[in-house]
């Protein structure tokens, strides 16, 4: 279970935000330990041409791992063979078009490695063997002749059978959020289901088991806070409102929880450490927390602002949020007690 959202500020920045537990076993129990997005951009090339991307996704967590792992690797492989080519370093490198483009490519060449492996394992062949009608054993020519073996086989390939072996595969969906100056910020939803992708041209997205909760807020927000004409959306407020989104999916779902990953990119960073900006570990809890007692009108909202902007934005420590959060409360006791569960 996961929820994994993204925010478009404006045409060069955005954020990323997704929790990190996982169901395990058959006995549900919960670990928190999954980083469901992750950037998929070696650093060097990052620093070098100004890119930075983030894969997100959410079903099988070990699927999502292979997925990003592949994609950060065909990326350095990609960048390889144009300086082979060419004999010296590109001048440009991927737009945020082609960085979708590659995602797709790993996605359905992952997705063929993994049925076939289950399609081997139970009929000595693959799904080419089985679009050609035969397959070779040893030196034999083997006809797929067998109704049982025929049917079985392609509702392994094609999932037409939802609740098959073939659901930890096919049942994945992500999103990619990036920056690159050849087509500033862009985000891009997939699906390895229905296997497409397809550009986000809204503020917001939202994907998992989350998304029903995470969506309403991003909703109730576009549709009556974002300015109109302007094409910007503030980067705090912004920030605010995703964390908001994730809140509400970790509230209403049993599937979401633990510590947030907070991704930040920013095209118009001039150092490439500022590029892109992970936050997950006390200051992400921080902040989300920050946002619940707002919400309960603990601190008010100009305090919650300055709190995620200092946190976020102007490299402030959680110590030091930790202690303006709680000196800045309306009520200590009460915000303690609160974010206890207490009341």
């Not at 100004?50 to 492989?77: D, P």
């Not at 440009?92 to 399609?119: G, I, W, Y």
């Not at 229905?194 to 029903?212: C, H, K, M, R």
């Amino acid at each position: 279970m996961t929820s994994i959202n993204a925010l478009r500020f404006d045409g060069d920045s955005g954020v990323l935000v997704c929790d990190e537990q996982r169901h395990w076993n058959p006995e549900r129990m919960k670990i928190f330990a999954v980083d469901k997005i992750r950037p998929v951009v070696p650093e060097d090339l990052s620093a070098r041409y100004g890119l930075a991307a983030c894969y997100g996704n959410t079903g099988t967590s070990t699927i999502g791992e292979e997925l990003r792992a592949t994609i950060r690797r065909r990326v350095a492989g990609r960048y390889e063979s144009e300086v082979e080519r060419q004999g010296d370093p590109p001048e440009t490198f991927l737009s945020m078009e082609e960085m979708a483009r590659l995602v797709f490519e790993v996605q359905a060449a992952l997705k063929r490695t993994h049925v076939d492996e289950q399609m081997r394992g139970r009929y000595g062949f693959s799904t080419a063997d089985l679009c050609r009608g035969w397959y070779l054993r040893g030196e034999e020519k083997v006809e797929i002749g067998s109704p049982d073996i025929g049917e079985g086989a392609e509702l392994l390939a094609t999932w037409k059978d939802r609740k098959g072996d073939a659901r930890p595969v096919f049942g994945n969906s992500g999103i990619l959020g990036g920056y690159a100056p050849e087509d500033g910020f862009r985000l891009f939803r997939f699906s390895m289901a229905e296997g497409y992708w397809t550009p986000v041209e809204a503020a917001f997205i939202a994907l998992g088991s989350g998304l029903d909760a995470a969506n309403m807020v991003f909703a109730a927000y576009a549709s009556t806070q974002v300015p109109e004409g302007s094409g910007r959306i503030d980067p705090v407020e912004g920030c605010m409102v995703a964390l908001s989104a994730v809140n509400a999916a970790a509230r209403n779902n049993l599937g979401v929880g633990g510590y947030f990953n907070i991704t930040l990119i920013d095209g118009r960073a001039r150092r490439p450490a500022r590029l892109l900006r992970e936050i997950n570990d006390h200051r992400s809890r921080l902040c989300s927390e920050v946002v619940r007692a707002q919400e309960a009108d603990l601190v008010s909202r100009k305090a919650a602002e300055s709190l995620i902007e200092g946190i976020l934005f102007k490299e402030e420590t959680f110590e030091e949020g930790l202690e303006r959060f709680h000196g800045t409360a309306r009520s200590p006791r009460r915000l303690r007690a609160f974010l206890r569960g207490w009341g």
